[in-house]
């Protein structure tokens, strides 16, 4: 069964602490990678899309890679804002299916 | 184009009722998705159009479960005799073919009582 794993659930961090948060996924056939973002209340944000080991896209402080088991959220000097819930999704399966695999996500705060 | 509208924002209902929740994607966009998320949890599949068909439905989606997209633009999904389970955020989502991601609404909240 495909599956789709985040750690850690939850991190603290201080202001301008970097770290880096691990989406781990066990798939057929893997498709596309996808981080999102998500506020309280609201709706995820798209971040990245990588589609094949050794990919790497970059966004102001966040950076993430894909390996063939896992992919890497990096947050460099995070900002209060950053704080939100990074979520993992995989698109993955026959060319027919359009589905994401979500993971639990990871609840980052990052302190002043 | 404001993004994928969601409507409504929140609804409380009695166990038992009916309820429908309605999404407007992004016009240029021919995909339209519906997922639902507990809290704590990540988005889990419900069901997918292309244009007006429905071509994907997660075997979450009970009999109680309908939706629709009656010409390809918005989108209604429905439940009928809802039950506590039921509670939950319940997001729509749209892309276009060939498209990297989608782009998410705000979510209705439903809770029932």
């Known amino acids: 069964e495909d599956q789709v794993t985040q750690s850690p659930e939850a991190l603290r961090l201080q202001e301008g602490e970097s770290s880096s948060l691990n989406c781990s996924y066990t798939?057929?056939?893997?498709?596309?990678l996808f981080w999102y973002r998500q506020d309280p209340g609201k709706g995820p944000e798209f971040l990245f899309t990588?589609?094949?080991a050794g990919e790497e896209k970059e966004k102001e402080r966040l950076k993430a890679t894909l390996t063939k088991k896992e992919s890497f959220l990096h947050i460099t000097a995070p900002k209060p804002e950053d704080s939100a819930t990074y979520l993992c999704a995989v698109q993955a399966g026959t060319s027919g299916t359009y589905k994401y695999i979500f993971g639990t996500g990871t609840r980052l705060k990052v302190l002043a | 184009d404001t993004g994928v509208s969601q409507d409504p924002r929140h609804k409380i209902t009695k166990r038992g009722q009916n309820v429908t929740f309605r999404c407007d994607p992004i016009?240029?966009?021919?995909?339209l998705y519906w997922y639902r998320q507990t809290l704590g949890q990540g988005p889990e599949f419900l069901t997918y159009?292309?244009?007006?068909?429905?071509?994907?439905k997660s075997r979450l989606l009970s009999d109680r479960f309908s939706a629709e997209r009656p010409k390809g633009s918005f989108s209604t999904l429905e439940i009928q005799r809802t039950e506590q389970g039921d509670s939950a955020m319940y997001l729509c989502?749209?892309?276009?073919?060939?498209?990297?991601?989608?782009?998410f609404g705000s979510g209705t909240r439903l809770t029932v009582v």
């Open positions: 989502a749209s892309s276009w073919t060939g498209g990297y991601g989608y782009t």
């Open positions: 990588l589609y094949s």
């Open positions: 016009s240029e966009h021919n995909r």
């Open positions: 798939v057929s056939g893997l498709r596309g």
């Open positions: 159009f292309q244009n007006e068909a429905q071509l994907e």
